[in-house]
């Protein structure tokens, strides 16, 4: 058997798998022909069987009874790892749940190679979580710990966006100093270093790299963002009941709009006081959609109608998501310019953190001669273009978004583990 390594990139949203052997990389095909999978799993009702990525996410949309579970990745470090969950009525812990995700993508790179693999170089970000040194610390751990547990014996970590890096020094010509942006799921991360392609094996790069910076703060905000001020007011957001005119707690609101929260509304308790409210309510037309989205569990419904229309305001001005699934014939009108304003703070801190990234590294904004942006948010106009202002004199470079931290992470396996450094165990 040949010498083989592996880099894994288990994203909040997405997740890749690359490895490396006989001098080539290959990027695996994990579901179908995609070689990204959504960070997703279904499990079916009846036994915990597991279903994982688009076909997860399917079986739910498909109304099949059991558990959809995403943003998985936001646990690590948290008290709720240690806590664990019901899935259909049984108690799992996050471990098992993130371990089986994790070797299911294992399973397909090792089919795809023909042989198992043991070395791996799995990615994380800057900050697991923001100003928690020992919450940060626990979250490798925890990921270590998942990955010796599925079958890797030889496991090393890298900062993403310094993987993101790696994926594209492959292709450049002369030496570049870079800001490397990456936006995921649940976090932003930044690093400012320096490529070339006469540093492919170059086993130490530490001296290549500046700074780096982060912040838990990524896609999946911008997804709360839009949904909180363009689809729950159809259901009620900020609407009053009583003779008080109190608000409708804003709980259900904000725990809708968040993947690894929404399972958690689906209470008796929660439906006997929605119900409560309504009777009382000023607005029941509105209300009344909030209670049949609890009823029929639909919250991953309405989060997927959410993402889509991010997606869509990325290349049009407006656009209208269908909520057929609560009303027939209900829409929610939005905007790039509502979606964009909604957001502004969430881009602005993103910024703040990769401008400390560079003043970090000692240089000036004007210095930077290559940005590489990476995950599917970069792609949205308003992030490119506060990117453009900040760093006029860069380059933007934005090829293989979704896949080139599982690549360069792969590339870096091959440096920590075919060319003789010791790996952490």
């Not at 870079?178 to 001296?207: E, H, P």
């Not at 881009?347 to 400390?356: D, G, K, R």
Request: proline share 3%.
């Amino acid at each position: 058997m040949s010498e083989i390594s592996c880099g894994v990139d288990f994203g909040t949203s997405n997740s890749t798998i690359a490895f490396y052997r006989d001098n080539r990389l290959t990027l695996v095909p994990v579901e179908g022909n995609h070689t990204t999978i959504p960070s997703a799993i279904f499990f079916e009702r009846i036994d915990n069987t597991p279903h994982y990525g688009r076909e997860a996410v399917n079986w739910f949309l498909e109304r099949k009874k059991g558990r959809l579970m995403r943003s998985l990745k936001r646990v690590l470090g948290t008290s709720v790892m240690k806590q664990g969950t019901l899935v259909n009525g049984s108690p799992m812990n996050f471990s098992k749940i993130i371990g089986q995700f994790v070797r299911h993508i294992k399973e397909k790179a090792e089919a795809v190679a023909d042989q198992q693999i043991e070395n791996v170089v799995m990615g994380r970000p800057v900050h697991f979580i923001d100003n928690n040194p020992l919450g940060n610390k626990n979250a490798q751990e925890e990921l270590h710990t998942i990955a010796r547990n599925i079958g890797f014996k030889y496991i090393d970590f890298q900062f993403e966006p310094i993987a993101a890096a790696f994926a594209h020094e492959v292709h450049l010509t002369g030496e570049k100093l870079a800001l490397v942006v990456d936006i995921g799921g649940g976090t932003s991360d930044f690093t400012v270093i320096r490529l070339s392609k006469k540093y492919l094996n170059k086993i130490d790069r530490a001296g290549d790299i500046l700074a780096n910076t982060g912040i838990r703060l990524g896609g999946n905000d911008f997804d709360k963002d839009l949904s909180l001020t363009g689809f729950m007011p159809e259901l009620g957001y900020r609407s009053t009941y009583g003779e008080k005119n109190l608000q409708v707690p804003h709980k259900y609101y904000f725990e809708l709009s968040e993947w690894s929260k929404v399972n958690a509304l689906y209470t008796p308790r929660n439906l006997m006081q929605v119900r409560q409210y309504i009777g009382e309510s000023h607005d029941k037309v509105r209300l009344s959609r909030l209670l049949k989205l609890l009823e029929q569990e639909s919250g991953h419904i309405l989060l997927g109608a959410v993402e889509d229309a991010k997606i869509a305001l990325t290349y049009h001005d407006t656009y209208a998501a269908p909520l057929d699934f609560l009303e027939q014939g209900c829409a929610v009108e939005t905007s790039k310019n509502s979606f964009e304003t909604a957001i502004k703070d969430e881009v602005e801190q993103i910024a703040t953190s990769a401008l400390q990234c560079v003043h970090d590294a000692g240089i000036l904004c004007q210095d930077i001669d290559l940005i590489i942006l990476t995950g599917g948010s970069t792609e949205i106009p308003a992030v490119q273009l506060k990117f453009k202002e900040l760093f006029p004199n860069g380059t933007i470079s934005e090829e293989n978004k979704l896949d080139s931290v599982g690549i360069g992470l792969a590339y870096d396996s091959k440096r920590k583990f075919l060319e003789g450094v010791s790996a952490i165990q």
